[in-house]
């Protein structure tokens, strides 16, 4: 089976207060377990222990989480890894509170990525008996879950060729410079079942370990204005949107969190296959790439990184 | 009764053929008549003969007309008008095709307004009796009608006074320079019924006889959408949004037509009410007032008037 | 000016604690005062003093209130009343906490109508500087205003031709046996402005008194939705819908409070105007008029009035 | 890699031109081929040469097609089938028009299950290269996939596991008698992959090779509200919607196409998971998992198999 999805993102923030009030009480994700420096959260639609783990100090990805079907995967990845020639670790039940041992991968593009094949199941509100449609009371945005992390590297090319061959990632999208250079990924879009996106990798000058930023799943293009409204009282700051993307066609909201971590409220877009043919963006799209509707871009969307 | 709605608006376009296209093939306007260089078009939920009148040769707002329940309410207003000190002129049934005799009238900030009692009924292609909810065939973005519009004056004050004291509308929305100058509009927002605004003013250097935006109403958030979209494969530049107003709490794009005119596509907003508080908006929150999500403000907004 | 809107209904429940569970935490209404067996609430967005009131016993409506702009829009309507032939009575302020004095009619229907020109100012916790887009806690539904009522007649015609005549209100909409009895309604949906309807009536045999449903306005199909997911939670019965009016074109969910009474949550709709042709109905096609979509209709929809 | 999704489906029709008119100018299909009594549709956002296959002469499903992701999946299901104990017959490529040589398995059910590995690439119209967001000219519905089927059987248990033993499907939610009786599926929602279902099977009498409905995706809450309204102007019977499934979370129109096969517009529905846990539905509350929002049942709904 492999990689089921992106199972968690460890997030580093500078004030741990701050990112409670952003992530508890703004987005309205559930909070599981603070242990040290870490507060482990979920979202109310998903099931197993944690998906976001904030850590205090400094900014950006400290590390992500990919959930595998079963334990033979685990040592199926790491004889690929060796292979493909990254450096990777065994980690043990417990490093990570409520989640098993499993694989930790050094990314060519420096990303420290986890791979595990069981959390500590936790379930939802909701249940699993004639459940009803969400919880009665939902906090904030009451986002459901997470759905994809935008990655920066120095080389795009490598990473990418990482997820494809060990992960058995796909390519659903991908921004090449030109059609004559259609063997060069600036950006890329890869999945691992049927969503847009499980990981996306991004190019640029020292980008290298790197969060572009962190998506969160909701509902459609009315919960979107909803989240924007929320963010609008709340203060949160917007960088991009509502919109819709050009690729994915994944309706969207880039904000930021109070330590400058940029996120996404993503919704919608098609529905990925494995045999669709890859879409390709040329660089002189990329605007409409992103911003399908005013095909513009902020300047921020390449330099705030985090 | 007075003064129904803002009936019409003559827009100047650089272009005919550029903006045939845009109002025709984007917009979904129907063409009702072509004399001279003036197209009149109508959205498909209007039934009198035409809301939009293309004017070929520059930009801008050629004028605007108000329609009035009946005959008398055109001398009332001609008398308040003289009472106030505007320029006004009698119009004979026939200056404008298919729209009744009325009143002109020069206002302080220099445009020119009509009022009338009657058009020429054409009804829609959904008749009158068991309607279907929607032409069947719809082009486009197909909007149903205009909504308002946003003039630019030198100063606020008096035109606004003018349409309070001699149109009878009232007040829905202000934004003032701070609590202090409560009694300054540096905008104002004024309705003759429940809608959020009929015509809206805006003040700044030499913005007299000038043109903001001119609005058109579609129905609902995901509406506002499907216009982007389209926007998008039609290449209409966007200005701001997809959005929400503070101001109105109306959903809002923002675009330019080919000739550079400002239009918006508006859906939405509270039911306004004449005895409902007027909103104050203070000048340092103005940008949260046009665009309630992201906060901040095109440098467009207060430059780019035709 | 003359008649603003509907501006409360009285609505008897068998049950107060059940209607309070029900109104208060489902409808996301405000509680403002209790006196006696009557409870009074207002939704958020509303700017006076109540538009709910519940009184414990009995089912149906007991009284509905319009508001006026002035004073002297009193006296003429009691002296339009009067030569109507309908019977009147002068009532106090104070009859109705925090409401003015008025005027008290009986309709041809038999339904108890009042006339007020002020409620108690409450304003809403938006405010009117700067406002959010919203209360950020809303309870359940959080509805934020009355919209419309549609009473049960014995007799159509008589209280049509009442609110025209009295009341200056216009019709939008009207059903009819057939297109060789357009003098004849079987329903009628009457406006005083921009809405669809303040007051809609509907014939049948032992109608008089009685009430159809009670309609409090939502903003748009997705708010509609939301709506009948917290119903589903909570429990509320629902008796038609989500789906769409051919009548007004507006979205529905037609329920059942805990006595019985069938209330509406009403979005969108058309814009009504005083100037567009009234949109005829003939019985035939009376279905797809109130369920545009599935164009059938309950045997509730004639049957349980309360 | 095994089972993509459900490729394609063999509808039968009484009256090709009724059922042209339906799936193509209210649905918006593209018809590809057509070849004695049958015409091959695709949606406008499949990729593969059809994914609906019309076939003049009785109603219900003919049969339905698996695409795996590459010909040796073709004999792992062959071998799984015979271990199984289904008949199985190799199908040759051109049986089909554009389908790839495969297996033929006739269902525990009765019905004829195809698996293919390759159908002709057709595409789009928005290209792979730089995508506009849909094709700027969808006819009426403009549905852009198939989505799912759902199968009567006599005995669902038995076909159920045969969709799990030789697919790998796994069970996303099921309807059970009650909780003492979780061994027995009345109804089973079984996914490939992160779409709610592939395909869905029903118990009844005399259920066997029946179709319950047939569904297509849509984009979200609103696309099902413009589905419906499109429906009403085509006067397409509508057997029960706009809702949402308490099952899948799925947004929902079932109706009837012109032969009285049941039809779905599917939109929305979390995300699956093969670890995510099945969620049990008890007989009592199966009206809910059907229609979340009105909680009661049609009787056509277990009565109108075709």
């Given at each position: 089976m492999g990689v089921l999805r992106l199972g968690y993102v460890h997030v580093r923030v500078t004030d741990m207060e701050a990112a409670k009030r952003h992530y508890i009480n703004t987005m309205g994700f559930y909070p599981m377990l603070e242990v040290g420096n870490k507060l482990y959260?979920?979202?109310?639609?998903?099931?197993?222990?944690?998906?976001?783990?904030?850590?205090?100090?400094?900014?950006?990805?400290?590390?992500?989480?990919?959930?595998?079907?079963?334990?033979?995967?685990?040592?199926?990845?790491?004889?690929?890894?060796?292979?493909?020639?990254?450096?990777?670790?065994?980690?043990?039940?417990?490093?990570?509170?409520?989640v098993s041992d499993g694989l930790r991968i050094t990314l060519p593009s420096g990303h420290i990525v986890e791979v595990y094949h069981d959390q500590t199941y936790v379930g939802s509100l909701v249940g699993t008996v004639n459940p009803q449609l969400f919880p009665r009371e939902l906090v904030g945005i009451g986002a459901p879950r997470i759905d994809h992390a935008l990655l920066g590297c120095d080389d795009v090319n490598t990473t990418e060729k990482f997820f494809?061959?060990?992960?058995?990632?796909?390519?659903?999208?991908?921004?090449?410079?030109?059609?004559?250079?259609?063997d060069c990924s600036l950006?890329?879009?890869?999945?691992?079942?049927?969503?847009?996106?499980?990981?996306?990798?991004?190019?640029?000058?020292?980008?290298?370990?790197?969060?572009?930023?962190?998506?969160?799943?909701?509902?459609?293009?009315?919960?979107?204005?909803?989240?924007?409204?929320?963010?609008?009282?709340?203060?949160?700051?917007?960088?991009?949107?509502?919109?819709?993307h050009g690729i994915t066609r994944g309706k969207t909201i880039y904000y930021f969190d109070p330590s400058g971590n940029r996120n996404e409220v993503f919704a919608d877009g098609y529905v990925a296959q494995r045999d669709r043919p890859t879409m390709l963006w040329t660089a002189d799209q990329v605007a409409r790439g992103i911003n399908a509707i005013n095909r513009t871009l902020n300047e921020t969307f390449t330099t705030a990184l985090t």
């Amino acid at each position: 089976m492999g990689v089921l999805r992106l199972g968690y993102v460890h997030v580093r923030v500078t004030d741990m207060e701050a990112a409670k009030r952003h992530y508890i009480n703004t987005m309205g994700f559930y909070p599981m377990l603070e242990v040290g420096n870490k507060l482990y959260l979920k979202g109310w639609d998903e099931f197993d222990h944690h998906s976001i783990v904030l850590e205090e100090g400094g900014v950006g990805v400290a590390k992500v989480g990919f959930k595998v079907a079963k334990p033979d995967d685990i040592d199926v990845i790491e004889s690929k890894s060796r292979t493909f020639g990254v450096e990777t670790q065994r980690m043990t039940k417990g490093d990570n509170p409520d989640v098993s041992d499993g694989l930790r991968i050094t990314l060519p593009s420096g990303h420290i990525v986890e791979v595990y094949h069981d959390q500590t199941y936790v379930g939802s509100l909701v249940g699993t008996v004639n459940p009803q449609l969400f919880p009665r009371e939902l906090v904030g945005i009451g986002a459901p879950r997470i759905d994809h992390a935008l990655l920066g590297c120095d080389d795009v090319n490598t990473t990418e060729k990482f997820f494809i061959d060990v992960f058995d990632f796909y390519q659903v999208e991908r921004l090449i410079p030109d059609l004559d250079h259609q063997d060069c990924s600036l950006a890329t879009w890869l999945s691992s079942g049927n969503r847009g996106h499980d990981i996306a990798l991004i190019q640029g000058e020292n980008y290298d370990k790197k969060l572009h930023h962190l998506a969160f799943q909701l509902e459609g293009w009315s919960d979107i204005l909803k989240a924007g409204q929320i963010m609008s009282i709340d203060d949160v700051p917007i960088d991009m949107g509502p919109t819709q993307h050009g690729i994915t066609r994944g309706k969207t909201i880039y904000y930021f969190d109070p330590s400058g971590n940029r996120n996404e409220v993503f919704a919608d877009g098609y529905v990925a296959q494995r045999d669709r043919p890859t879409m390709l963006w040329t660089a002189d799209q990329v605007a409409r790439g992103i911003n399908a509707i005013n095909r513009t871009l902020n300047e921020t969307f390449t330099t705030a990184l985090t």
